[in-house]
């Protein structure tokens, strides 16, 4: 039975601490408010994470530190760097594997199905501020200070997940119009927070998946009109009404909302097909991913309670 310290108790943290807890591994938990999910083996610590020597102090013993943090979204650029040194430095000084979650913003728009050597040519705020990221733990994984890996992730589907299908399927299952700057029928991604949980953990324990990324593993792509169109059969909606956002409305949103604002960034993402490659990690951390049927009965369900 080892020590496993999770940083942050949002939706990836909290599955994470679950599935640990489960193969009854130990876990500490680390948030502001010392927030968790309940469960012996689960220990929730209140501490500021971005404080190197308390993160140190907590991670001692540990067999990994797993970044499961997440800043408001408009807070990236002057939140994450002071966290993610933090989580570096714990990591190195306690000789932890520091195993990171990510998503898909630093590549950048493409026109193919992302890999993990995709080149990350984003030039948004966020896509740069988490390619910082990577590339000082990769820096620092290559002279031999820490033991680093990342596991990258596209939209969450999933009990309690934050992402594009939590603005859609709310008000498709009540039977409301949608309006989103989304193109509802292309192709798209989705990932299943189990899965980002699995690969995550597989990752930060195994040698082979040290020193590089990881796409986790996700079903076949579908578009957002059929996964809201599959939401609404499971409850007996009617069918979605879904209206596409002109981008300048979009925009004008920005100049009052925080939010809205920080979309104008990643709206490429749901205006044209955005599908992510994922079967080095099926085939080298053996995880494979679970079924789109599945995800969204989960998500739906979720949702209704």
């Known amino acids: 039975m080892s020590l496993h310290v999770i940083v942050g108790a949002g939706p990836v943290g909290t599955a994470t601490a679950r599935l640990l807890a489960e193969r009854g591994e130990r876990v500490r938990i680390v948030t502001r408010r010392g927030t968790g999910p309940e469960h012996p083996a689960i220990e929730p610590v209140a501490a500021d994470a971005a404080d190197p020597a308390r993160l140190t102090a907590l991670t001692r013993g540990a067999a990994a530190l797993y970044n499961c943090a997440s800043p408001a979204y408009h807070r990236w650029a002057t939140d994450w760097p002071p966290l993610a040194g933090a989580l570096l430095t714990a990591a190195e000084r306690a000789g932890a594997v520091l195993a990171t979650v ?84 292309a192709p798209h991604t989705w990932t299943y927070l189990g899965d980002v949980a699995r690969t995550l ?51 004008a949103g920005g100049v009052v909302d925080p939010f809205a604002r920080e979309l104008r ?7 044209r097909p955005f599908l992510m490659d994922s079967i080095d990690a099926t085939t080298t951390l053996d995880v494979e991913p679970t079924p789109l049927g599945r995800s969204l009965k989960e998500t739906v369900e979720a949702l209704r309670r």
């Open 201 to 251: 953990v597989a990752a930060a324990a195994d040698e082979r998946a040290w020193g590089r990324a990881w796409h986790v593993p996700s079903a076949p792509a579908v578009c957002m009109r059929e996964l809201a169109v599959r939401a609404a059969a499971l409850v007996g909606a009617p069918a979605p009404k879904l209206t596409r956002m002109p981008y300048p409305v979009l925009w």
């Open 102 to 185: 990510s998503n898909l913003y630093g590549y950048g728009p493409v026109d193919a199905p992302m890999t993990e050597q995709t080149p990350l040519h984003a030039t948004g705020t966020k896509g740069r501020v988490r390619n910082r990221m990577w590339t000082d733990a990769l820096a620092a994984h290559r002279a031999g200070r820490v033991r680093i890996t990342e596991v990258r992730a596209s939209d969450y589907l999933g009990a309690d997940a934050t992402s594009l299908p939590m603005l859609v399927l709310p008000r498709v299952l009540a039977g409301q119009r949608v309006f989103l700057p989304v193109d509802w029928d």
């Open 265 to 271: 960034e990643t709206v490429h993402q749901f205006a």
